[in-house]
């Protein structure tokens, strides 16, 4: 069984404490002194939470799940700790309200900005990083791909529906 | 018992059709002991692995991967094993562990129709059988009531609308699945085009039936059913160690000893650290899947007088027809797969191109839906919106053709080495001017498919060769010694003491899942050997 714990007071994203900037990524980046290498926490820095929550628009998303999509990406795509960052700060520069905003902004047509969001989007969306064997877990059934269609589809393996369940039709 | 052997019968392979074939002989009293390569493994675990992998598409990377007996794909040692040197590249799927391939598999469970043993005598194409339908009726029968088969009684499988066909002596053990809403609307649409929508006879459990529990529409029969509602190859391997047949796991057999008289004496079989014993029967069967069967048979240099093992290699080519229809159709509630189209599955068109049969999965569509709208670069609200439309919307349908045998296709021994020492497989494979002829006929009717479901986008390549798990013809069956491997009872023409219990010895693929067949082959040749003991 994944262990994706709903912890309710560490998923609890602060958005606002991402806004206010007051702990730039970059420099959590520089204190810790953290490095693809170096990297063993029991959650991610807060501000790799706060902008995994802005980027989604979602404020529950599991310490476990973002940590998990942030580690795979850094083991995954090199030099994603500085790419993260800069998205960070660039946001942040301008003012960014949401994540439809970044998406209105200029900056969602710079490739390398928008590589990077989509690629922690991707990881918290899919539950995973990378497309094949060597790639790197990050969660399955809170996958958040699951999310829109919940009410309708199982995630596979998890149906707590009856036998026959199917046979009913959906309603609009 | 089996005198100064260590076993009457030695079956080389667990997996459901050497399971099926143990369990026989076990029960007639004769002393059978199973070598299987793989490891054990249980269901809960499988469960926790395949939920805890990275690539959900793969269907193999979350089984045990182990540098003595690699699978098809999804490991450090599985992924160079087997070789592709031909036009197309194909690894068919393959697990080896104690329940086999079968482990993952959506349990379509058909029978072959009476013309499918007669495609040359028919249609002037490939090859007949030395067997007809008649002969193998009896154990369509009891394979379907071991396995608690579900099926419709009134289908006419041959897809023409007419009477329950082919002919059946008793009825499928357990009724028919309900359908979903979605094959429900699939189904529609497809008589409305003229065709005849019929449901697939599968072994997933439509009431509770010998301890398995009905299924519960995980949707994911394929690649592990989280519940054991449907029947794998590791049951088969359990009803045969109840009827008394020893299985030995991680024990790979690398050479078939001949002795006098030209019958096999021995069996040569490693363990992980490179332990090799020997083991002696009076009787061998091989059922190691239709890949290694014949990678072991030509490293022992047995049973290829004809010059035909590993060649004839065939499959299932297969089309995809993938969109986004208009209107919501919900699948990824329920089985993986229900039914299909079998329309032109047999007649006299076979006498000129494959014979094709539609089906109609069902699987959950959100990753691959979810994947694609993020390398469009679409997210935020967007995002869950698009989620939500395009999985409702999302569709496939699946071509299966014909192949014919075709002796340059084929399985020989590569250069590269297991940590063992033993050769890896190296496939040569290409699709011939018969399955292509079928293929212009599946780019017609996906056009149609595309009217009916007022398709607003077309996703993936249609004319893109997919092949498919099934592997055939690499230990062909025939009548003539010079020019196949077995007879019709599945023995060696070479070796009186040797069988093959494998959807390899098909002299033809029909357009059928082909484990039913392979099933009542391997009862069948065990209740010969049974005979003989």
Redesign the interface.
Known sequence: MQALARDGASSAIDRRRFLAGSTALTAVLTMTGMTAAAADLAAPPADVAALAAFLTGKSDLSSEMVRKAYEGLRAQEPGFDQRLAMLGERIRAAGLADVEAFKASALAGEPSLMATATALIGALYTGRVGHDWRGHFVAYQDALMYRPTADVTVVPTYSRRPSGYWAQAVQP | MSGQMDADVIVVGAGILGGMAAERLARKGKAVLVLEAGPRVERYKL??A???????N?YE?FFPEQSWAPKSD??QYSDGYIENVGPLTWRPSMLKVVGGTTWHWSSAFWRYLPNDFKLKSLYGQGRDWPIGYDDLEPWYSLAEQITGCSGNDTDDQSGQGGQPFPPRSAPYPLPAE?????T?TVAAKMNGLGFHFIDEPHLRA?KTFEGRP???????CSP?C?IGAMFTGDMAVARAERAGAKVLAQTVAYKLETGPGGKIVAVHAMTPDGTSTRRTARYVILAAHAVETPKLMLMSGVGNRSGQVGRNLMSHPSLAWSVLARD?M??????VQQGGINDRRDGPDRARRAAIRYLSPQ??P??G???RL?KQ?V???????R??HD??RSMTIIAALEMLPNPSNRITLGDRKDSLGLPNPRIHFDVDDYTRAGAVVVGQDFERFDQAFEVQTRLGDRKGWKLAAHVMGSTIMGADPRTSVVDGDCRSHDHANLFIASTGVFPSTSVVNPTLTGAALALRLAERIGQEI
């Open positions: 469960l926790q395949f939920r805890e992998a990275p690539n959900k793969d990377a999804g490991g309900a359908w979903s809403a979605y429900q439509t009905a299924c519960r529409g995980n949707n994911n592990l989280p919501p919900w699948p990824g509630r329920g089985p699987t959950s959100n990753l839906v979810t994947d993020l670069g997210i935020g609200k967007e995002l869950d919106d989620i939500r999985a409702a």
